[in-house]
Each structure stands twice: as structure tokens, then as C-alpha cells.
């Protein structure tokens, strides 16, 4: 079956660098992304990676291995404002699988 | 980046009565559509896919009759929820997303949302 496990909640202190894991079960793989969330509103696109490796931009970076089925979401110099769910979505060969999100708390 | 627009942004209506959300994409051509509801504190449930001239693809239990989408256009598409009930409401979600070629063949852009209250 299709199943995306990523942890439900998180917390961090500002201008900390905090790690959000997603690991993936799905038929088929055309990429994976990430998306953050914040209370009442859509989604926001902050990374999509198709191939293995580290995509940095700015304080995010979000790293994949197709092979482990693994990913993760990588939060430098925390702010305030990162408070926010963090979704991760993997396309298989039709449309996007979402998980659950990690709700991260970051405290002053 | 693309936008994508949603009107309107909250509605109250009463049990029985019909909403109609709309969905616009306002600098590509957006060739599928989606449309999400998401519960607070819950992930994004896929309600339906469509493209843009053709019939929407409905995931399982959710009733075509009861959520009618058009998308008619390759800028806009439309939700209408008919004989909408209480449990009807939640936070509705457009995702737009363009063809081959374009600058977003791979992301699906967000609309804003809309919140619905049925009373």
C-alpha cells in the first residue's frame, strides 16, 4: 500500500537547526516535497527533490534516498514564524501522496 | 512564482443551500486542477482531479453528485458544494498545476483556501 510516516509533533528553539524525517512507501516515485503549513491557511511549496542528494535554499535544505525511501527536511536558524506544520507528499505515478505533517513548536 | 487566486475566502451558508467555490490560476495555464478539503488539525484529503474540458476523477467516497467540479477553462475551476449539511463543513483547497513545458509542470500551487461553515 502507499503510506508516508513522518513524526506528529516536534519542538525547537529559535536559532536552532531542527531535522524533520519522512520516509515512504509508495507504488511508484516522480518526486517528493515538501510543504509548510501554517494555521487556517494552504500549503506553501519549499522543496521538491527527484534525485538523491541535499537541495539547500537558504535555511531549508531537504535531502532524498530513493533507495531508503527516506527523506528529510533540514530547519536552520530557527525563527518564531517556523512555528508550522510541515507537510511531506510523494508523487507516484499519478498524483500526490500526502502525509499526516509534523507540527513543529518553536520556542524563544 | 504562479498564483493561484480562491473566492471567496469564507462563506456562511445554511443546511440545504449550494456553494460554489472558484479557483483561478493568474499567470500560467493550468491544465489539472485539484481540490483538497482538510479538517482542522488533519492532513489534505484529495477530493477530486480534474482537467481542464474533460469530467473530474473523484477518489473514492466522495460523492460526485454532491460536489460537482468544472473546470472549463485552463485558468479556472469551479467547486460547488450542493445541499451542503453541517458535516459539510471544513477548509476547502485548490491546487493548480500546469502542462509539460511550463514552469510548473512538476508543483502544484496552492490557493488560499476557503472556509466553510454550514449552519
Known amino acids: 500500500g502507499q503510506n508516508i510516516d513522518q513524526p506528529t509533533e516536534m519542538t525547537a528553539t529559535e536559532g536552532a537547526i531542527v531535522q524533520i524525517n519522512c520516509t515512504y512507501q509508495t507504488s511508484g516515485f516522480n518526486g517528493l516535497f515538501w510543504y509548510q503549513q501554517h494555521a487556517g491557511e494552504a500549503p506553501t511549496f519549499l522543496s521538491y527533490n527527484v534525485l538523491d542528494g541535499l537541495e539547500e535554499k537558504g535555511r531549508f535544505s531537504s535531502f532524498l534516498s530513493r533507495s531508503k525511501g527516506y527523506s528529510y527536511l533540514l530547519l536552520k536558524e530557527l525563527q518564531m514564524k517556523d512555528s508550522a506544520s510541515y507537510l511531506c507528499a510523494v508523487r507516484d505515478r499519478r498524483e500526490l501522496i500526502w502525509g499526516l505533517g509534523t507540527s513543529l513548536a518553536v520556542n524563544p | 512564482g504562479a498564483v493561484v487566486s480562491q473566492h471567496p475566502s469564507w462563506v456562511i451558508c445554511k443546511s440545504g443551500t449550494s456553494v460554489k467555490i472558484e479557483c483561478r490560476s493568474l499567470d500560467f495555464q493550468a491544465t489539472t486542477m485539484f481540490w483538497y478539503r482538510q479538517f482542522p488539525k488533519k492532513s489534505l484529503m484529495l477530493m477530486a482531479t480534474?482537467?481542464?474540458?474533460?469530467?473530474?476523477?473523484?477518489e473514492q467516497g466522495v460523492e460526485k453528485d454532491k460536489f460537482l467540479i468544472n473546470h472549463a477553462s485552463l485558468t479556472l475551476s469551479t467547486l460547488t458544494v450542493t445541499s451542503a449539511h453541517p458535516e459539510d463543513s471544513s477548509f476547502y483547497i485548490c491546487s493548480a498545476r500546469g502542462g509539460s513545458g511550463s514552469p510548473s509542470s512538476y508543483e502544484q500551487y496552492f490557493g488560499p483556501g476557503t472556509r466553510l461553515t454550514v449552519t
Open positions: 480534474s482537467n481542464e474540458g474533460s469530467k473530474a476523477t473523484y
